[in-house]
């Protein structure tokens, strides 16, 4: 068995955790084969319709073949990872785990939930992918910032944005308003994978960057 048609793996940033990571891991309690990992999640992708699905992991690009898959020495230094892909009605969808000791389980753990959540349609429990909504990739990724805390706003706006660290250099200037109303349109309410949460969010970060120095007032 392989990984499922169209997954890649890609390295896992330092601002892409969505809020704080775990501290401590744990055994997991699965007695599974890598290959029926990769069954399950092929199939649970496939039972949703997902479009590039893709996982985020602590590994170098030298580390990733260019297939897009791991290299079989590869060990990353922590075995947290994201599975982020499109859901053709709901939109961006990002699942992170880090609660067991090894990437493969938490590969794992996440095929499970997705399974679990498809039940949770399949049985009537809710109906219009509601059970999705929450796991909404802006939504997850966001963090409202500290007080203050100019990194943590910083960190809000190239989420939201999705835009690189570079984008605060002195040669970045004059794009920094496009980034920034880019940041407040794909959170916002009216945006179909906008919210409350992560407007307000994207507003707290600005703000915090414009007391900062950081953003012309």
């Not at 990571?21 to 744990?26: A, E, I, K, V």
């Not at 399974?115 to 997850?140: F, N």
């Not at 910083?154 to 989420?159: E, G, Y």
């Amino acid at each position: 068995m392989s990984w499922p048609a169209g997954l890649r793996f890609r390295p896992l940033g330092p601002t892409d955790w969505p809020g704080q990571r775990p501290t401590s891991t744990r055994h997991s309690p699965f007695d599974a084969t890598l290959s029926s990992t990769q069954e399950l999640l092929g199939r649970e992708l496939r039972m949703v319709s997902a479009k590039d699905p893709v996982i985020q992991i602590e590994l170098s690009e030298s580390q990733i073949r260019i297939d897009g898959l791991p290299r079989a020495d590869a060990r990353p230094p922590r075995p947290g990872v994201i599975l982020a892909f499109t859901h053709p009605s709901v939109g961006g969808l990002r699942y992170p785990c880090e609660r067991f000791r090894t990437w493969q389980d938490n590969v794992r753990a996440i095929a499970l939930g997705l399974e679990a959540l498809r039940k949770v349609e399949r049985y009537g429990i809710t109906s219009d992918h509601q059970q999705y909504r929450g796991w909404r990739a802006i939504e997850s990724r966001t963090v409202v910032p500290a007080s203050g805390d100019v990194d943590e706003a910083k960190a809000v706006i190239m989420l939201a944005a999705n835009v690189g660290p570079n984008v605060w250099g002195s040669g970045f200037a004059a794009t920094l308003p496009v980034v920034l109303r880019a940041a407040q349109r794909k959170t916002h309410p009216d945006s179909p994978d906008g919210s409350d949460e992560a407007f307000h969010a994207v507003q707290e970060a600005i703000r915090t960057l414009k007391d900062a120095g950081v953003v012309p007032s």
